[in-house]
């Protein structure tokens, strides 16, 4: 009797992970240590799912603590890594665990880039192992009854879960095997045999019989619940697995119906109420026979049949001798009450005992995007208080050189080269000079071309592709299922569209630098010249010696000085600036553990003004100390130029002084904006590259899942009907009618069972039985007819006992007993002759050696064929 249910695993292709996420890390975290790390452990992962889905599992349950440690491993990763068709693209294809395929079209598939259609699959697969576990249990001993009744209700929770999520985690239609209708058939089916365990168990524990009709009745009502989803849901019935399902979940309603009337007839007797307990076996009798005679291919009820037909013989023999009591009608009994011991197991992360995250020491995806907005918002501040700063320091340079300071201190004697103008020189010599400023000029057009090539090269692959999606999607219209590329690229072209823009500012910028090199170009090469030529090409003048040592020189050296204070401050506060750290991560951590959420901006704005609050104000105050000064050197030099003497020459040399001065500090600057400018190409460059490899492998996947679905619509084409469907005469069904063999000879029953040399009857043709009393005032059922040529007293083609269905379940259309449209063709359908010499000619009959229809007779050495229509 105790025959259960298991469900078929799904199988997946196979998918490179460790390749993927291999790439993500090394493009997210700098070389090192912990790059190494997460590359192993993405190995690992892919190791996981080979064992998990690259091979036939055992029937054990270790096979299914692999299924939970990998399930329990997506759903950790899941956070982490940011799985879409853009970003980390892994596309997974599993079949439909019921579907068996055809000869020109295979199996049915879906292919998703989806880490939540993953786990869907994973978690399916986790209750077909538990379902096929547990039916392999020894229901005799207690060990393997607690087993199966264990891994039936998780199988039951886990399709339950799937029910719930499998629409949002895919965001599109899935495959009937997961879909909503089919999976919470399979809990309803899983969690009425983890019921029926729980009966087996009371009854061998021989518990009170009133708890174990109620266990009953409660298992058979659980059956007769999900034989009314598999049989009433549209597209169940479709697959071969529920039609072999059907008449097992009926038998089962009726066999646990059966077992809940006989112990509730024992309890009767107990309570001397011998009528009811011959009702109630009548019953169980009735059921069992239906069992018996509809689906004894699936269930054997031999003993089951026995047991109660001895308790209804002596039930009725000793109320026939002894007691007399009246038996009422079954619609008359109480019902038998109902106790459910069994739950579905809730799905809780992690599902495995064993489970050690592989990416235990990596943030969730969620504090990654945090951090990364966090250092931007870091990034912004640092940037404008440093610029801050050198833009205070270049104004103070451009101050002192239209000042000719501290040149003109220097200068007193008129016709040497002034110490600093000197040193500037040097400085400008021992940095390459003239030679190295071009060859960075020279080498900007060419990194700057070189980006443009690797983004305009990135661009027209996903302009390619999408042009191709778009061809396809209107050859097929509604049939070209995917993704828009159009959608797919917009994140894409926005972060092109900005590479772009970042690239064209840079543009500007190297042509504000040329033409401010163009500008001081012919001083800066005086400034590289030797000590004696720079000399010659200063204009002299008359000596200035009587300002030495006067109170307004030794004025200006003093505010000189403090400049140059300010200067070094400044230095070092930039310094500090750009060595503040703090731990940010561990600060999201604890955010997102309390909240389930990261407020990123309130947290980030909160944390920078704590550490860069300070150094603001320091800024602040040196450009106001610096601005007193600047302000102090201005009017001391106003009194230092009316002392000293004035003429033409001394004007010339002062002009040419404070244009030196000036070239020096443009030199510096326009280095500094060279190599900055070098380094940004540089740089820029890598993330183009990175760019670049992120569109071609979206553009890879693409082109697969594009190959994928085209070979599908292929099989889907091939797999329709090529002509409209037509109905065959009905003379035609009479024909292949059988024949009884004789007089006196009865027609076998038949049998609802698939069979490879008939044609099942459709198993929802027959609803469980009404497990309550009959409805009053109906009819009594009619004795079936005997089939024509049969004697008198042959027994019926009747289906067993009376069976009604369901109220309300509406009837399904019976083939007639024989048919198979399958058993000829057009061409190749042998004549059959209408009447045998088992059976008298009818009235008018044509003579045996004519055709029955008019035909006329074929040769006797050719085989007869029907006309061609």
Not at 40 to 55: F, I, M
Not at 310 to 330: C, G, M, Q, S, W
Not at 587 to 597: E, I, M, N, V
């Amino acid at each position: 009797m105790a025959t259960f249910i298991s469900v078929p695993l799904k199988k997946s292709s196979e998918v490179d992970m460790a390749k993927s996420l291999s790439k993500f890390v090394k493009d997210t975290y700098p070389a090192g240590e912990e790059q190494t790390e997460y590359v192993r452990a993405a190995e690992e992962l892919n190791k996981l799912r080979k064992s998990a889905l690259g091979r036939p599992l055992d029937k054990h349950e270790s096979s299914l603590e692999i299924l939970l440690r990998y399930y329990d491993q997506l759903c950790a990763v899941e956070h982490k890594f940011p799985f879409s068709e853009n970003q980390v693209c892994l596309t997974f294809t599993w079949k439909d665990a019921f579907d068996k395929g055809s000869l020109f079209g295979g199996s049915v598939k879906l292919a998703l880039a989806s880490i939540g259609y993953e786990k869907t699959c994973v978690l399916f697969n986790v209750g077909a192992l538990a379902s096929q576990i547990a039916s392999e249990q020894n229901l005799d001993s207690d060990e393997g009854l607690r087993a199966a009744a264990k891994f039936y209700q998780l199988s039951s929770g886990v399709f339950a879960h799937i029910k719930d999520t499998v629409l949002s985690a895919l965001n599109r239609e899935p495959t009937m095997d997961i879909s909503p209708d089919t999976v919470g058939t399979l809990s309803q089916i899983m969690l009425a045999q983890a019921q029926e365990v729980f009966f087996l168990k009371a009854t061998s524990d021989k518990m009170k019989d009133a708890i174990i009709a109620k266990l009953a009745n409660q298992a058979a009502d659980f059956y007769g619940d999900a034989f009314k989803q598999c049989q009433y849901k549209e597209n169940l019935p479709k697959y071969f697995y529920f039609h072999e399902v059907l008449p097992v979940l009926a038998a089962k309603h009726c066999i646990m119906q059966a077992n809940a009337e006989f112990h509730q007839s024992i309890l009767a007797k107990q309570q001397k109420k011998f009528g009811e307990e011959i009702a109630r076996l009548q019953h169980a009798t009735e059921l069992v026979k239906t069992v018996a005679s509809r689906y004894d291919e699936y269930v054997n009820v031999k003993d089951l049949s026995d047991k109660i037909s001895r308790a209804l013989t002596a039930a009725k023999k000793d109320n026939d001798f002894i007691y007399h009591d009246r038996v009422p009608e079954v619609k008359d009994l109480d019902h038998i009450g109902k106790a459910a011991l069994v739950k579905a197991t809730a799905v809780q992360v992690p599902m495995s005992q064993k489970f050690t995250d592989l990416f235990e020491k990596m943030v969730p995806l969620a504090v990654q995007q945090a951090m990364s907005m966090y250092n931007q918002r870091k990034s912004e501040i640092v940037n404008c208080l440093i610029g801050t700063m050198r833009e205070s320091t270049n104004l103070c340079n451009g101050v002192l050189a239209s000042l000719n300071l501290p040149a003109a201190l220097e200068d007193l004697s008129g016709d040497s080269v002034p110490q600093s103008i000197l040193e500037k020189s040097r400085a400008i010599i021992q940095q390459g000079g003239l030679q190295s400023i071009e060859q960075l000029i020279k080498d900007l057009p060419e990194l700057m071309q070189r980006n443009r090539d690797i983004l305009d090269e990135s661009l027209k692959m996903l302009d390619e592709e999408e042009s191709t999606d778009n061809e396809l999607r209107a050859k097929f219209n509604q049939r070209w299922s995917r993704t828009p590329s159009g959608d797919l690229y917009k994140s894409l072209r926005t972060e092109g569209g900005s590479y772009r823009n970042f690239l064209d500012k840079a543009a500007s910028a190297d042509q504000v630098v040329k033409e401010r090199y163009s500008t001081h170009c012919e001083m800066i090469a005086l400034l590289c010249k030797p000590e004696a030529e720079l000399t010659a090409a200063i204009p002299s003048a008359n000596p200035a010696k009587t300002l030495q040592g006067s109170e307004v020189v030794n004025v200006l050296r003093s505010q000189l000085a403090q400049l140059e204070e300010v200067k070094k401050e400044r230095e070092q506060l930039e310094n500090d600036i750009k060595s503040a750290q703090f731990d940010m991560t561990s600060k999201f951590l604890t955010a997102l553990a309390q909240d389930g959420a990261l407020n990123e901006e309130a947290i980030s704005v909160t944390e920078l003004d704590n550490i860069y609050g300070g150094y603001t104000q320091k800024v602040q105050q040196g450009l106001k100390t610096q601005e007193e000064i600047l302000g102090n050197v201005q009017t001391s030099h106003q009194e230092f130029s009316t002392l000293k003497q004035s003429n033409s020459e001394a004007n010339d040399r002062e002009e040419v002084m404070k244009k030196l001065a000036s070239a020096h500090d443009s030199y510096v600057e326009i280095s500094n904006n060279l190599r900055e400018g070098t380094k940004f190409y540089n740089e820029f460059t890598e993330i183009l590259l990175k760019f670049q490899n992120k569109c071609s492998d979206l553009v890879f996947a693409r082109k697969t899942e594009r190959d994928e679905l085209l070979k599908d619509l292929q099989q889907s084409i091939a797999r329709e009907p090529s002509a409209p469907s037509f109905t065959a005469p009905a003379y035609q069904s009479n024909l292949n009618t059988p024949t009884p063999a004789g007089p006196g000879v009865p027609t076998p029953t038949p049998r609802t069972v698939f069979a490879a040399s008939s044609a099942p009857t459709n198993p929802m043709s027959s609803a469980p039985p009404q497990t309550g009393p009959t409805a009053p005032g109906a009819p009594p059922a009619a004795p079936s007819a005997a089939p024509p040529g049969a004697p008198p007293g042959a027994p019926s083609q009747a289906q067993g006992p009376p069976y009604p269905s369901y109220q309300g379940y509406p009837g399904y259309y019976q083939v007639p007993m024989g048919y198979n449209p399958y058993s000829y063709g057009q061409y190749n359908m042998p004549y059959v002759p209408y009447q045998t010499p088992a059976q008298p000619g009818y009235p008018g009959a044509p003579q045996p050696q004519q055709h029955p229809y008019g035909y006329p007779q074929q040769p006797p050495q050719q085989q007869p064929y029907y006309p061609q229509q």
